[in-house]
């Protein structure tokens, strides 16, 4: 089986910084897409950054130049460092990856547990 787990959550004030953590493991055969979603309370989830196998990384608007997707060289984990946090980041932020088994050729999405971000104004 697949999983994720995220990590990095936590309580900050506003201004401050956070980095999430998401390590992929089990019989992953290849990663094509790995990225960030949140939700708030009351709203849908939403994008916040996406990378491809490529490299290529895609933000939503309202945190562009603030949070930064990365992940190491192997897609063991991937990481979405958070500067300058806003009270509206406060939200429940889930890593996802668009993959392939060993034991499969369909690309299938999946899904980490979530981690709590809360920004104190």
Known sequence: QVQLVESGGGLVQAGGSLRLSCAASGRIFSIKSMGWYRQAPGKQRELVAGITSGGSTIYAASVKGRF??????????????????????????????????????????????????????
């Open 68 to 121: 930064t997707i990365s992940r190491d060289n192997t897609w063991d984990t991937l990481y979405l460092q958070m500067n300058s946090l806003k009270p509206e980041d406060t939200a429940v932020y889930y890593c996802n990856a668009d993959l392939t088994r060993v034991t499969s050729k369909a690309i299938e999405p999946y899904w980490g547990q979530g981690t709590q971000v809360t920004v104190s104004s």
